[in-house]
């Protein structure tokens, strides 16, 4: 279904990227989900090297200076590759986010267009232990010193941690109300942060997912970004591709997952016939295929519409509603995919059982499912109790619409 909406320039743009996925090594795959590769720096360089990453970004910093749905197409294609491949190809998106919208000259240029030419590697740093969906409820504290600041406390789950150079810290710099009081800071990891690559996780394995300790972190003033007690303001904008780009990652993976379970029921017998002649299995491939469209079309939607309008509550929904439809629906779609194959498709005989346990990560991570549904509601909210003229009151389309005594609502 996307198809028609893609313009010549994405077609080939999808291709070359197809083309460089091809490049990617099998063994690399497997040795990150094996943990034995923790932080696949060649898979970023190589990626930088064809212009691949942050390609939303001005020419002038390294970038190509496209859009989100050219980026998007591309993430879908790095996605049948893997979760944590897709996030390590996307954190350059969402951290260049923060540096490209409001960091100074000198921080795109020390830190953007290097991240962009695949020579320096970057992650964030959200999560703290007591705090998951509670950002901003962080403890971690930024004291300012002089022209440095002085940072104490920690952050957990953070991907790319054994291998980033810097990171984007937020910290508590105020002692007003939490969404006033945090600020985001560059932090390089030479500055005196112990990071340790210390989860056995589930699935998503290999991106370098591990705990950031600071203990006195000294940090200059310079590498503040925006402003004291603005970090909120960066923190929403990056959620713009924090959750476009794990949409647009959930189409590729699930896209991954229903190739593989469509070819097999189209070999496999049972009963003297293929299994995709019993309507138990071509009815799950139906169902996904239309839920794939969907989620592609959602993500597609929201991107189009951050192109047009940029970051505004409305568009905080779109987003939102990308990320929780696209996490469900992949979920969905590789669980019918491990039905389809039976008992072969729980063993490592396919990679279906690995696409599962990635799945599982995305309904969680940057949101989860249940914050998405508050954001969502709260921005519906405000749109549909907002009086617009120019639309019909179909309230009043009943036969006792105006009986005022019938409509009791306290």
């Not at 006033?180 to 030479?190: G, M, N, Q, T, W």
Request: charged fraction near 30%; proline fraction near 2%.
């Amino acid at each position: 279904m996307i198809e028609a909406l893609l313009t010549d320039e994405q077609k080939a743009l999808r291709d070359e990227t197809r083309q460089f996925v091809r490049t990617v090594p099998r063994q690399l795959l497997l040795d990150m989900d094996a943990e034995k590769v923790l932080y696949p720096r060649e898979f970023v360089i190589e990626a930088a090297k064809r212009n691949l990453i942050g390609m939303r970004f001005s020419k002038e910093y390294g970038g190509r200076g496209l859009d989100w749905t050219d980026e998007i197409v591309a993430i879908e294609e790095i996605a049948v590759l893997g979760s944590s491949l897709t996030c390590l190809f996307s954190l350059v998106s969402i951290i260049g986010e923060a540096l490209d919208m409001f960091g100074t000259d000198t921080q795109k240029k020390k830190y953007l267009e290097p991240m962009l030419k695949g020579e320096l590697f970057c992650a964030e740093a959200l999560t703290e232990p007591r705090g998951g969906s509670d950002f901003f409820g962080a403890t971690t504290r930024a004291v300012r010193d002089g022209d440095h600041y002085i940072l104490n406390g920690q952050k957990r789950f953070v991907v790319g941690a054994e291998g980033a150079d810097f990171f984007i810290v937020y910290a508590r710099t105020g002692e007003g109300a939490p969404h006033k009081s945090l600020s985001a800071f560059i932090v390089e990891r030479d500055m005196g942060v112990d990071a340790k690559y210390v989860y056995g996780l589930m699935g998503t394995r290999g991106g370098g997912a591990g705990r950031i300790v600071f203990r006195d972190t000294k940090v200059p003033a310079e590498n503040l970004i925006l402003g004291e007690n603005r970090g909120a303001e960066v923190f929403y904008q990056m959620m713009i591709p924090e959750r476009l780009t794990v949409g647009a990652g959930c189409c590729g993976g699930a896209r991954t997952a229903l190739e593989i379970a469509a070819r097999y029921s189209n070999r496999r017998k049972a009963f003297g016939e293929v299994i995709r002649a019993f309507q138990g299995v071509s009815f799950k491939i139906a169902d996904s295929i239309t839920l794939l469209d969907a989620m592609r079309t959602v993500s597609y939607g929201a991107a189009v519409s951050v192109d047009k309008y940029g970051s505004t509550g409305y568009t905080r929904r779109l987003v939102s509603q990308a990320k929780k439809f696209c996490t469900d629906a992949q979920w969905r779609i590789v669980n019918d995919a491990m039905q389809i194959m039976g008992g072969i498709g729980y063993t490592n005989v396919y990679p279906i059982e690995r696409i599962l346990r990635d799945a599982r990560l995305m309904q969680i991570w940057t949101g989860t499912t249940e914050v998405m549904n508050l954001i969502i509601q709260h921005e519906y909210y405000k749109e549909v109790l907002r009086k617009d003229d120019k639309v019909r009151d179909c309230e009043n389309d009943a036969t006792e619409a105006f009986a005022e005594d019938e409509k009791i609502y306290e």
